[in-house]
């Protein structure tokens, strides 16, 4: 049987909570496509950190390496400063197995509430494609004049021609899969004139060489206020670190699904194992009473499964998501139940 | 009477149509109020420069210098590059002028449409300020092995502690004249490690300056989730000069009101003259039909006002612009009407 390693790191807060639902619905997925799936689970997580004075041991990276696949559930806890927690363990796995693309679905789910008014799920289903190494999150700066009036900080921000040309051709060759094959590109040349120019040319370049896709492009200041006005002209979207961050919280936002949203970080070489976590983060306020919602980690299972090469596997989960909330299955506090954690994942493995 | 020297540029496309109609608005409100407006019109814009080869003559800056007030229509033109046109006269203005603050209401006003579900003029009635001088939209910058596969583009972020205790004041102060004294900081300091947590540094620091204004900061990904999802949770909202952009963007377009939203680009100290301008562009697809809609350019006329001293006349345009929409005035095809850019102006110079 194929056999996959998935190296599970349930993390922080509910987050523990959430990991093992998405491998009970794996699992299930598993056995009734017929593959298999070998497990290590890893406690790295702020615990950790209080106790031992790092996010992951010294050899961390050497051992998530040769999985196929990283299972995350979040990274984050009070107490802990996001420097230490998320500087880590999450932005050290990103960037040390080169998961340049943060790739994350927009999609509103039959029952799910947009805050949007007359939407439907025809509306909104499209993909942000983020780039995930560099850009305006970079390690070049610092504070000068320390404590005095003329004290200033300053930050790169980088574009390699090699990350831009990479994130950009993924989200073209995603588009290539897609009905409506169109890509939109953020941007803010207008403003931002070094670096944005630079990202408007490289696109110009990439989408010559796809003319059978279908491009425009938006400064990313009204490219936000479209994602609430119009998020039907939407089929992929690809943004620097930033932009994508920004648009890849707002688009679940508008499809109603920030508590639901799974997020893949990958490689795409597959030269590094790629990471599945979903979007919410580990939840302080209800961690611990297991009333969380599963299906943001559900998920970003069926897109590990996507990934490995089990696209039937993958579709049936996602099917599944969709029935379940179509049909009224149990359903957790923040969509209006009463359901518990365990509640949904059980029901979601009955039915993939 | 009270007098007030005013430099009106209409610029480029419906900035042409939608400043007479300003004028007409704010000519009513000054008889009415008893003070007086003397103007002098500049032709510069897109037009100019492909006659002149500039966007302003030379001394343009000099010949705004001793205005009281600048009055902006719109700038930008399809064949004109955006860094000669912006560059060339907003840009230029904004920094020459030190207009530190960026300001722009987002209300929903009665009447108007918001893409929300269920959301009143109650839930969103809030104020975007934004740094203005610095931040993200830098001139310092650059590429590298141009051609090759090594290129590169960089460009630095800069917050300078003077930049930025002074948008945070303003911010600060503009909350301590609002009902609930509430300020929210936009930041990303989990992921931009130098400047954004230089930022909050500064922040705190002003927020103990101000024992009765409540505070909270969000990363820009999940504020621009909020703005969707719970509008009503804000107030004032301060950010850099690139998430400030971002979220007065924003703003107008979950209150419905990007089409008729205004701005000021403000030196609180009145060392050089402020400019006033509505947040659409030129747009040039309905430039030239007299069909535009001029409520964004007559309510930043209100904005004027307020800054010239003449709040009374300035909340007699707001409350007439609520009227007239409350109240079925005649509205521009945007607005669902069939009514002209002239109509509308004349419609409300009336009520005033
Ligand atoms: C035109 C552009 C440079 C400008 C900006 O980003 O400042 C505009 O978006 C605005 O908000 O006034
Ligand atoms: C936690 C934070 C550093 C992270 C990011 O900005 O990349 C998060 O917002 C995300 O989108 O995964």
């Known amino acids: 049987a194929r056999k996959y390693r998935i190296a599970v790191i349930p993390g922080d807060g509910i987050g523990k909570e959430t990991t093992p639902e998405g491998l009970r619905v794996l699992d299930a997925a598993a056995r009734r496509f017929g593959f298999e799936l070998e497990l290590t689970e890893y406690d790295w997580s702020c615990d950790t950190y209080q106790k031992t004075g790092r996010m992951m041991p010294d050899d ?8 196929d696949s990283i299972f995350l559930g979040a990274v984050g806890w009070p107490g802990v400063p996001d420097h230490v927690s998320l500087w880590g363990l999450l932005i ?36 942000v494609v983020r780039e995930n190494t560099e850009g305006e999150y970079s390690s070049v700066g610092g504070r000068m004049f320390e404590g005095t009036d003329r ?5 790169q921000s980088v574009l390699t021609r090699t990350g831009t040309d990479r994130i950009l051709k993924y989200a073209f060759e995603l588009a290539m ?3 409506r094959r169109k890509v939109t590109s953020a941007t803010k040349s207008n403003g931002i004139t070094f670096t944005m120019p630079y990202w408007d040319e ?16 938006f400064h990313i200041d009204i490219l936000c206020a479209h994602f609430v006005q119009h998020p039907d002209w939407f089929d992929v979207v690809v943004g620097s670190n930033l932009f994508g961050d920004i648009l890849s919280d707002l688009g679940p936002a508008v499809a109603g699904s920030i508590g639901i949203a799974p997020s893949a970080n990958i490689n795409p070489e597959k030269a590094f194992p790629s ?19 599963p299906i943001g980690q559900i998920w970003s299972g069926a897109m590990m499964l996507e990934h490995l090469g089990e696209k039937a596997a993958a579709d049936a989960i996602v099917s599944a998501i969709e029935k379940h909330l179509a049909e009224g299955g149990p359903r957790t506090r923040d969509m209006g139940g009463n359901a518990g954690t365990v509640d949904v994942g059980k029901a979601l493995a009955e039915v993939v």
């Open 60 to 67: 961390g990276m050497d051992r998530l390496k040769d999985s």
């Open 92 to 127: 050290p796995i990103r960037r040390g197995f080169d998961q340049y693309v943060n790739l994350r679905p927009c999609k509103l789910m039959p029952g799910a509430k947009t805050p949007l008014a007359n939407r439907g799920p025809e509306d909104i289903d499209f993909y």
């Open 151 to 155: 004290e200033f900080v300053s930050q």
């Open 177 to 179: 899969t897609r009905k």
């Open 202 to 217: 490289r696109f110009a370049a990439m989408a010559k060489q796809y003319p059978d896709v279908t491009t425009d492009q």
């Open 275 to 293: 990471m599945f976590e979903p979007v919410h983060g580990s939840a302080p306020d209800i961690a611990g009473k297991w009333i969380c919602n």
